[in-house]
């Protein structure tokens, strides 16, 4: 394996008005601190560059995104490496929050904790069947803090609660779809990049001015994140430190490895 695929990567390439930003990790598209900076830059670029519109996926046939790297999240030592970490998620969320183009998002598989969050946040997520999704957070001591706002704005705070509440159940795509969480909901990865591209190609003919003004529309009210997801962000960062987290993942690594 090449060091770029075994410590990920941030892609970005732009074709006829339509950006298509792919980010990847080994370990089931987790998002450590680097990937979450170069990913966090990439959408504000595309956001103050020439693109008409934005697909955000991920590489490989597995998850979509699982998240935060646990790798990472063992590493931390005291509150202002674990706030730190955390800004990550609240940076990029902000980014697409404040990118002026619509974002697309490619959900080819599962979302688990971060990942659900970054589904979230994307304007419109047009997903597979297998796209199930989980926030796995309290089933390590921590909880959703940072990615809540995205996920609770798009799905409502029953549809939130209900994922934050029971951290080791899976919801299936039906279920998101139903939430709106999703879109639309594919039967296959060759549909689900039909309707993609059809989307993105609608949208890089339509008018950016009018697109601008829809996005700020559809994120009234979210104007104190910069804010709130720092806020949110230190108490992750305080929790991660708990005796109870870090034994809780250090026994799920044990688990996936063995």
Known sequence: MTDALREGYVTSHTEHGITTIEFFHPQGNSLPGKLLSALGQEIHYAGTHDTKVVILRSGGNGAFCGGASFDELIAVKNEKEGMEFFLGFANVINAMRNCNKFIIGRIHGKCVGGGVGLAAAVDYAIAVKE??????????????????????????????????????????????????????????????????????????????????????????????????????????GRLILSDFTKNAIENFRRRIRK
Request: charged share 25%; hydrophobic share 40%; aromatic share 8%.
């Open 131 to 236: 796209s199930e999704v989980r926030l796995s957070e309290l089933s390590i001591g921590i909880g959703p803090f940072v990615v809540g706002p995205a996920i609770e704005r798009k799905i409502g705070t029953s549809g939130f609660s209900q994922l934050s509440i029971d951290a080791t159940l899976w919801r299936n795509a039906d279920w998101a779809k139903h939430k709106g969480l999703f879109a639309e909901v594919h039967q296959s990865a060759q549909d689900m990049d039909e309707a993609v591209y059809r989307l993105a190609e609608s949208l890089a003919h339509s008018n950016p001015e009018a697109i601008a003004e829809m996005k700020k529309m559809f994120w009234h009210g979210t104007e104190n994140w910069d804010s709130l997801l720092k806020e949110r962000a230190a108490i992750s």
